[in-house]
T-cell receptor
Framework: GQQVMQIPQYQHVQEGEDFTTYCNSS?????IQWYKQRPGGHPVFLIQ?????EVKKQKRLTFQFGEAKKNSSLHITATQTTDVGTYFC?????????????FGTGTRLKVLA | DTAVSQTPKYLVTQMGNDKSIKCEQN?????MYWYKQDSKKFLKIMFS???????INETVPNRFSPKSPDKAHLNLHINSLELGDSAVYFC??????????????????FGAGSRLTVL
């Protein structure tokens, strides 16, 4: 079955430092989504990437979709304490005539003030 | 007005009991899901319904039975609870389930979660 791995599993950074999480799929993806889950909260959609090599920015967050559409990254510039949480990528996998979104293993980010 | 609401938020029960979690969405979405998040934060899909029809049924024990009375509601009933069932269960919805590249229909909106603790 499809596997979506993320690295690192955990990351502790000092406030103001940059942070990157990487997402790797075992299969080519038609699109990839990113979600953020705050501690004690629920996953919240951040963005969807669809084109090979696509780069999208949301303020301090930069999302990239790989040329082969099998990997993606999320980079946060100058982290703030509000960035704390677990970041998930998710990709669609076709199964029995329908699609389901497989979530990556997640990267837990802690920001030290 | 909460888009996807789940009840109860917390559930503490003994092994062997039966429990239910309810979910409702007011987004007008056609597709609803149950995801399980374990203590390591892994999110795994369990079931998906589209317009009341079951479309995804992962390898989940028969003790778990979803039910969708209408497209705005998806409930999860669990029989004979086991210690390993302890987790956070998230309900989610999306406009559709095409998985197509340019479709915004795939975006998932999650409920706040129901934390189940089996003693």
């Amino acid at each position: 079955g499809q596997q979506v791995m993320q690295i690192p599993q955990y990351q502790h950074v000092q406030e103001g430092e940059d942070f990157t999480t990487y997402c790797n799929s075992s299969t080519t993806l038609s699109n990839i989504q990113w979600y953020k889950q705050r501690p004690g909260g629920h996953p919240v959609f951040l963005i969807q990437l669809v084109k090979s090599g696509e780069v999208k920015k949301q303020k301090r967050l930069t999302f990239q979709f790989g040329e082969a559409k099998k990997n993606s990254s999320l980079h946060i510039t100058a982290t703030q304490t509000t960035d704390v949480g677990t970041y998930f990528c998710a990709g669609p996998w076709r199964s029995s005539g329908t699609y389901k979104y497989i979530f990556g293993t997640g990267t837990r980010l802690k920001v030290l003030a | 007005d909460t888009a996807v609401s789940q009840t109860p938020k917390y559930l503490v029960t003994q092994m062997g009991n039966d429990k239910s979690i309810k979910c409702e969405q007011n987004l007008g979405h056609d597709t609803m899901y149950w995801y399980k998040q374990d203590s390591k934060k892994f999110l795994k899909i369990m079931f998906s319904y589209n317009n009341k029809e079951l479309i995804i049924n992962e390898t989940v024990p028969n003790r778990f039975s979803p039910k969708s009375p209408d497209k705005a509601h998806l409930n999860l009933h669990i029989n004979s609870l086991e210690l390993g069932d302890s987790a956070v269960y998230f309900c989610a919805s999306s406009q559709g389930y095409t998985g197509l590249a340019f479709s915004g229909a795939n975006v998932l909106t999650f409920g706040a979660g129901s934390r189940l603790t089996v003693l």
